[in-house]
């Protein structure tokens, strides 16, 4: 079946560290990838996507390229800052003719101290 | 407002009671979806729905009943509430590639 996985957390880092937080899935077919982000007491937002092999999304400092030949899509910043303490959230979409449903991994809490 | 709400924030209820959770979307979003978040879970689909008067179960619909009258609207019941049904809840909208989400509802069932 279909599923993502991420790396379990909580992730502590101190600012301006180099962030990585792993995401591998399985899906038939060829998915769109996501990273959503969730700031405390909010839904998510929607931080980066990629729809095809080699894409690579960014935003806000952030960037995941889409392997296929890895079926991963890691996050990565080149150096947090505290109000990047959040959480994170890996998705892939099914092929075109699915209806649009997002299967998510469980979320990787990312704490940055000063 | 333009966007997506979601009423109440918080509830508690006791269990076996029947409760409902709003969703509006101004955007007339073909697609809505009711999630629950729990810690270790990350976030499964209840329901979803592809348009008015069409809703199809996701992955942990047990329990719970949607309805979709008007494109905007899609509210979530809990027909008689269980603790196991204590969660954070989110409900989303989209038209393409991405999911637009209201801000919660954090449910405690006593």
């Known amino acids: 079946g279909n599923s993502v996985t991420q790396m379990e957390g909580p992730v502590t880092l101190s600012e301006e560290a180099f962030l990585t937080i792993n995401c591998t899935y399985t899906?038939?077919?060829?998915?769109?990838l996501f990273w959503y982000v969730q700031y405390p007491g909010e839904g998510l937002q929607l931080l980066l996507k990629a729809t095809k092999a080699d894409d690579k999304g960014s935003n806000k400092g952030f960037e995941a390229t889409y392997r296929k030949e890895t079926t991963s899509f890691h996050l990565e910043k080149g150096s947090v800052q505290v109000s990047d303490s959040a959480v994170y959230f890996c998705a892939l979409r099914r092929p075109p003719g699915n209806t649009g449903k997002l299967i998510f991994g469980q979320g990787t809490t990312l704490q940055v101290k000063p | 407002d333009a966007g997506i709400t979601q009423s109440p924030r918080y509830k508690i209820t006791e269990t076996g009671r029947q409760v409902t959770l709003m969703c509006h979307q101004t955007w007339s979003h073909s697609y809505m979806f009711w999630y629950r978040q729990d810690l270790g879970h990350g976030l499964r689909l209840i329901y979803y729905?592809?348009?008015?008067?069409?809703?199809d179960k996701g992955e942990v619909p047990d329990g719970y009943v949607v309805s979709r009258s008007k494109t905007e609207n899609f509210p979530l019941t809990l027909e008689s509430a269980t603790r196991s049904q204590t969660s954070v809840y989110f409900c989303?909208?989209?038209?393409?590639?991405?999911?637009?989400f209201g801000p919660g509802t954090r449910l405690t069932v006593t």
């Open positions: 729905s592809a348009a008015a008067d069409i809703t």
């Open positions: 899906a038939t077919g060829y998915p769109s």
């Open positions: 989303a909208s989209s038209e393409s590639q991405e999911q637009y």
